[in-house]
């Protein structure tokens, strides 16, 4: 047996006789033992079943007759109850007694069988005429044919049930015979499975075990491994192949080798040379590469650097420590951008951080972490551009309240009857005036609340406030749009809601804002629905309108800046939204959208609850 296949064959065909000689015999015992098992379930246990069902209608029958008999001034009614119970349980008896004549399975049971018939026949001839004025000897002669009757269907019950015994008997002996046969077959294949195990291995893996060894030190790049066995099959060739491997590998080692330093040295020459600052960490988080931009920013030295961990390092630089914890964060949640401010000298500088991690798939195809890389961006001249063009809307929305103050003064003189009378193209175009101007207003309110929003000098002045308060208010604001539209406004409050703790104002304009937007999308006579109600520890507000709802892909950035503006549909800052959204999130809410384009729309906010009310809340419910 030179050849490994062969070899390997011959302890499979081993491995196949001994499982065919175990699974032919479970298969001979176990088919022997279920054969004289279900002989007990099919033969017997219809019969014991039938008569049990028998004796139970029997008995049904003559409580009615016995009730018959018993009760002097049955009425009409009632005899007419108990014949029809007395006829449906004949019917009853009379089909499992059809039943078991149809299932004769013992020596004897037909004769039972007949005789039952025949008693029966007799019973039910004296029952039919029998009335409540029969007297006592007609009563007594169906108790007899009823006791008579139990007997036959007792007998027929116990000679199935001996029947049952016997076989049960006879079904527990070869389950022994079973167990005693299949221990043996067992005990001799086991036996011989052992040897086999023991030998036959060590037969076939011995020359492998070498060549193992060897590998696992190729693994660790050692090259230099030779294997010193000669064989003449398929391990053979194996053998060969591994030394003529091993010595390509030592020939290409020394060669990588020299590349890879030559390449490190050029990406290290090209991280020194960026303007951003660079920190790279390996696993377990030892700093790597610094580039000369972090050292400055840091005030670390690379020589005292490279190597230690940012555990170590942190704990003695604080801004170290807080550029970690941004780029963690930055892992976690990749949208928050928000930049690090840096105050050194009287200067202020914001740095921006991104946070690679660098990963490969393990063995099981799992991403695990080899390393991160944190970029250090200086973007301090766009951030003062950014501040200034805030400044710049801010002052010019300032600027424009009063040339808009003077348009509404001149509007009200123009108005006023005292001046003079205007003719209808005079008041068509006041009212338009009006119009445009309100729209101003709107959009320069807008503009001075997101100046507050984007330098973060969000003024809020938080009180206990009832829920009810803002949709009152709201509404309020807003009656005369939806009094014009004919809009049907539901309020739906549950009840002993606790006060929530948040800025009046604030939230009224959150809740004024999003059903100024239902009562422009929604359509003539057509219903807005307000709801509030507790979740957890908050007080959810919703607005739900049934107008042109919102594009799917406007959805997607519904509270960014200025998305509004870039939907057709709608004619405003686009800034409503994203105000809205700040509002609520300074006050530790949230506010989130649903909506089906063409079918309507559906905003809702939260805001906390105050602690004490939300006990109180919790004793009413």
Not at 356 to 375: M, S
Not at 543 to 567: C, H, M, P, W, Y
Request: glycine content about 4%.
């Amino acid at each position: 047996m030179n050849n490994l296949k062969t070899k390997i064959s011959f302890g499979l065909i081993f491995i196949f006789i001994v499982v065919l000689i175990l699974s032919s015999g479970s298969i001979i015992f176990i088919n022997q033992l279920a054969n004289d098992s279900s002989v007990i379930i099919k033969e017997n246990y219809n019969t014991i079943d039938y008569s049990t069902k028998m004796l139970k209608s029997l008995d049904m029958m003559f409580s009615s007759q016995t009730k018959i008999f018993v009760s002097k001034n049955m009425s009409k009614l009632q005899y007419n109850a108990v014949k029809t119970d007395f006829n449906t349980n004949k019917l009853e008896f009379e089909k499992n007694l059809n039943r078991e004549a149809n299932n004769i399975t013992e020596t004897g049971e037909k004769e039972l069988v007949d005789k039952l018939k025949d008693e029966y026949q007799k019973y039910i001839k004296v029952s039919l005429n029998t009335t409540p004025d029969s007297g006592t000897i007609k009563f007594d002669e169906i108790e007899l044919r009823f006791i008579q009757i139990r007997e036959k269907i007792q007998s027929i019950y116990n000679l199935n049930m001996n029947a049952v015994l016997l076989k049960n008997k006879t079904a527990n002996q070869t389950a022994s015979n079973v167990i005693f046969y299949m221990s043996c077959i067992g005990i001799i294949s086991s036996l011989l499975t052992l040897l086999f195990i023991i030998y036959f291995p060590q037969y076939i893996y011995s020359p492998i075990t070498q060549l193992i060894v060897k590998l696992k030190h190729i693994s660790s790049k050692e090259f230099n491994q030779r294997i010193d066995i000669s064989a003449k099959d398929e391990l053979g060739e194996l053998i060969n192949s591994f030394n003529n491997m091993a010595i390509k590998l030592q020939e290409y080692e020394n060669h990588h080798i020299n590349q890879l330093l030559l390449e490190k040295k050029r990406i290290e020459a090209l991280v020194q040379c960026l303007h951003d600052g660079v920190l790279v960490m390996d696993e377990a988080d030892h700093i790597i590469i610094i580039n000369q931009y972090a050292q400055q920013l840091l005030n670390l030295d690379e020589f005292e650097t490279i190597g230690e961990t940012t555990t170590f390092l942190t704990a003695k630089n604080e801004l170290l420590k807080k550029i970690i914890a941004h780029a963690d964060n930055y892992i976690i949640a990749p949208d928050n951008e928000t930049p690090l401010k840096i105050e050194n000298d009287n200067n202020v500088e914001f740095i921006k951080i991104e946070s690679i991690n660098i990963t490969r798939k393990n063995d099981v195809g799992e991403l695990i972490k080899i390393g991160q890389v944190v970029l250090l961006k200086n973007i301090t001249k766009f951030e003062q551009r950014n501040i200034d063009k805030i400044k710049l809307l801010e002052t010019v929305s300032h600027e424009l309240k009063t040339p808009i103050s003077s348009i509404n003064l001149s509007i009200k003189l123009l108005e006023d009857s005292r001046i003079g009378l205007m003719n209808i193209e005079q008041v068509k175009l006041t009212d338009s005036i009006k119009h445009q101007t309100k729209r101003l207003i709107t959009v320069v309110n807008e503009l001075l609340d997101y100046s507050q929003v984007e330098t973060g000098k969000i003024e809020l002045r938080i009180a206990e406030i009832e829920p009810y308060q803002i949709i009152e208010l709201s509404i309020f604001a807003l009656m005369m749009q939806i009094n014009e539209k004919k809009i049907d406004v539901d309020v739906i409050v549950d009840d002993f809601l606790p006060q929530v703790k948040a800025d009046l104002e604030k939230s009224t304009w959150v809740l004024v804002n999003l059903l100024s937007n239902a009562i422009r999308y929604s359509n003539f006579e057509s219903k807005i629905i307000i709801k509030a109600c507790k979740i957890d520890n908050f007080i959810y507000f919703s607005v739900q309108d049934f107008g042109k709802g919102i594009e799917s892909d406007v959805l997607e950035r519904i509270f960014e800046k200025f998305s509004a503006a870039k939907n057709l549909l709608r004619k405003r800052s686009g800034l409503g939204l994203v105000i809205a959204k700040e509002f609520v999130e300074s006050q530790g809410g949230t506010i989130s959208v649903q909506s089906v384009f063409n079918e309507g729309s559906k905003f809702t906010f939260s805001l906390p609850i105050i602690k004490e009310q939300y006990e109180v809340y919790n004793s009413k419910k």
